[in-house]
């Protein structure tokens, strides 16, 4: 017993290769699909394309930073594709009625974070699914953003908002003096939050609750993890994040809009399950969500290059989906 006990643990520990790919894997990907994408697709590798793809996932991106602890904790989140539009709308609302820029980010923030923690409470305290649960609230705030805007867009003329939308540095100019290349605020905020939470993940006491969680509810509240805590506090986080990315995507667009970006909540957790991080809980890093959420992101915009009509890329959004589910699962069961 005693001498084939180090070798069922030698024969059970993942290879360094294997570890490597585990960690890395999906930023090979990356790299190579924008590789792939530079040269078999026109105008891809140019600056203005490079500006438009980190625009475009930056939404996605800002709220994959959150979506990243519910998965990790076990849970998900779909009130955030209709909390979207609604902290856009009221963000909007505030500003058109008091031009009160501080009052209308925290207005929409506010309104974020209630109801995360709505989504919280019921999940943590009274244990009902999550899916039930974020489905119930999603079709509530829906309902709430229609009901702010009288079913009809407003439209943002404050200098301030519109400025913070629009600000851009690094800036490259050409030859002729016009702009090259430039990143906006909204990435560059992005980016920012892709190292909080990061961190918070990986070297704060809450990540390492937040995996504990995901890993085994049980066991973590055994441990003495102030599970129920841990589970709220993810879905404030969630809700107050995902009214930001709804402020400064009505900011970009200068209405606050209801009906603003449909279907994104599968698109957020599309990009997480595809870069790693596993629909059971208890495995997530940030890398793995920044490589899924420019994977979806280059995906879409080869393919709007390409001229591929909108039919085709459902069909190839739903495969990527279901691959990367079917991955995960491959991964549980290794």
Known sequence: MSASAPSTAASAKPSTTAAFLDRAGMLLILAALILVCSFAVPNFASPNNAESVLLAVSTVGIVATTMLFCLASGNFDLSVGTIIPAGGVLCALILRDTGNLPLAIAGSLGFGAIV????????AKFKINPLITTLSTMMMVKGLAFAFADSRSIGISHDGILGLANAAFPVIHNDRGGILFQITAPVWICFGLFGLFGFLLQRTTFGRNTLAVGGNEEAARLAGIPV????????????????????????????????????????????????????SGGIGRMSY??????????????????????????????????????????????
């Open 228 to 279: 129920d805590r841990v589970k709220i506090t993810i879905f404030v986080l969630q809700g107050a994040i995902a009214a930001l990315a709804g402020t400064l995507l009505a900011a970009r667009m200068g209405i606050g809009d209801p009906k603003v970006a449909p279907g994104i909540e599968l698109s957020i957790i599309s990009a997480c399950v595809l870069g790693g991080v596993s629909l």
């Open 289 to 334: 969500v920044i490589a899924g959420v420019f994977i979806m992101g280059i995906v879409e915009n080869a393919m709007n290059l390409l001229n591929i009509k909108h039919d085709y890329q459902y069909i190839v959004r739903g495969a990527i989906l279901l691959s990367a589910v079917l991955f995960d699962r491959f991964r549980q069961n290794r």
């Open 116 to 123: 995360g923690l709505i989504n919280g409470v019921v999940v």
